[in-house]
């Protein structure tokens, strides 16, 4: 014998496995930007190689502060980022970030573009904007956000591989 469920018992259902609100997602700051978590992407040489429109071979990312209450603001928080741009040396720079209905938006200081990152799992994805560029130890950098550069998914990696120099 076949047993039908009806609609309104498929409404209950999933109000009963609704989470509460208590049970929502923590924010993107506190799940992702802990004090000590750098998240980081290395490309190795092979992937340059078969890669050659991308020029970005390193990219990291961590928050600016070391006490969480001090990196967060009313109006958002701060991470510090930096990348290696092949053949041309290292950058990095701070920007400004807030949370928004299309998710987490960062602007980059010096009016140097903008990125966004979303949670991918214990990884975290950068989404360059139209323009990055930021200054670096030979001037400025030239703008990275280009269609092979645009999209990195960075594994957490020891703090300490997010030094910037």
């Known amino acids: 014998m076949c047993k039908y469920v009806t609609l309104p018992a498929l409404a209950l259902a999933a109000l009963v496995t609704a989470p509460t609100p208590s049970e929502a997602a923590k924010p993107f700051f506190d799940q ?9 992407r ?10 050659p429109q991308q020029t970005l071979s390193k990219f990291h990312v961590v928050a600016h502060e070391a006490d969480p209450l001090q990196a967060q603001r009313p109006n958002g928080y701060t991470v510090r980022f930096g990348y290696w741009i092949k053949n041309a040396g290292y950058y990095d720079g701070l920007a400004q970030c807030k949370t928004t209905s299309a998710g987490e938006v960062c602007s980059v200081e010096a009016d140097g573009g903008s990125f966004a990152l979303t949670g991918a799992g214990r990884q975290i994805k950068v989404t360059l904007g ?11 950098s030239p703008n990275v956000a280009t269609d092979a550069n645009r ?5 957490k990696a020891p703090r300490g591989s997010c030094q910037t120099r």
């Open 130 to 140: 139209t323009r990055l560029g930021i200054e670096g130890n030979k001037g400025f």
């Open 42 to 51: 290395l490309y190795d040489v092979r992937h340059m190689r078969a890669n």
């Open 151 to 155: 999209t990195m998914l960075l594994p």
């Open 32 to 40: 992702y930007l802990t004090p000590r978590t750098c998240y980081l």
